[in-house]
T-cell receptor, first 113, second 115 residues
């Protein structure tokens, strides 16, 4: 699975959009981009995933660049409860892998009042 | 109606003891996992079972033995506990990896402290 690079930490004002970048320059054609987050002392929580098209769900939007070498997770209106560590994970097509998730250090997002 | 539950939430024990952590999911998933999060907060997969069959074993010491009595349960037995086993252990479940999506649902974690 391709490696990802994320900033160690970011701040965001409550009510504003939080944009979390992720670089995955070695991503290959059959690898998906997944985002999870871990709120303090809780288990990781799935947010969203995509292959090459932009995706949106009730939690967030995922913007993947055309060359797929980077992506951005967008939380449109961050709240204090969105303070967490956000993990960007690249893994092969789910139909051909074991389901293993490789977590990096993630980005610690601090939402401030 | 918790989706993935783990017991106990906290476990404090002495070196050399044997302990078990239990995990249950009520999502109807076929695949379950154990992850370890160490003091530096790195999350690493240990084991995965699909329909009670072991599919991932990430070079974990053989003191760790997962057991899956049925698809809804994956327990973790740890023999001869060592100081370095202190960590938070997370159970997770998903639909079979071969299906699209395959997002994993995690339990609340078990904090193991070995003294």
């Amino acid at each position: 699975d391709a490696k990802t690079t994320q900033p160690t930490s970011m701040d965001c004002a409550e009510g504003r959009a939080a944009n979390l970048p992720c670089n995955h320059s070695t991503i290959s054609g059959n690898e998906y981009v997944y985002w999870y987050r871990q709120i303090h002392s809780q288990g990781p929580q799935y947010i969203i995933h995509g292959l090459k098209n932009n995706e949106t769900n009730e939690m967030a939007s995922l913007i993947i660049t055309e060359d797929r070498k980077s992506s951005t997770l967008i939380l449109p209106h961050a709240t204090l409860r969105d303070t967490a560590v956000y993990y960007c994970i690249v893994r092969v097509n789910p139909s051909s892998n074991t389901g293993k998730l490789i977590f990096g250090q993630g980005t610690t997002l601090q939402v401030k009042p | 109606d918790t989706a993935v539950s783990q017991t106990p939430k906290y476990l404090v024990t002495q070196m050399g003891n044997d302990k078990s952590i239990k995990c249950e999911q009520n999502l109807g998933h076929d695949t379950m996992y154990w992850y370890k999060q160490d003091s530096k907060k790195f999350l690493k997969i240990m084991f995965s079972y699909n329909n009670k069959e072991l599919i991932i074993n990430e070079t974990v010491p053989n003191r760790f033995s997962p057991k899956s009595p049925d698809k809804a349960h994956l327990n973790l037995h740890i023999n001869s506990l060592e100081l370095g086993d202190s960590a938070v252990y997370f159970c997770a479940s998903s639909r079979p990896p071969g299906l699209a999506g395959g997002e994993q649902f995690f339990g609340p974690g078990t904090r193991l402290t070995v003294l």
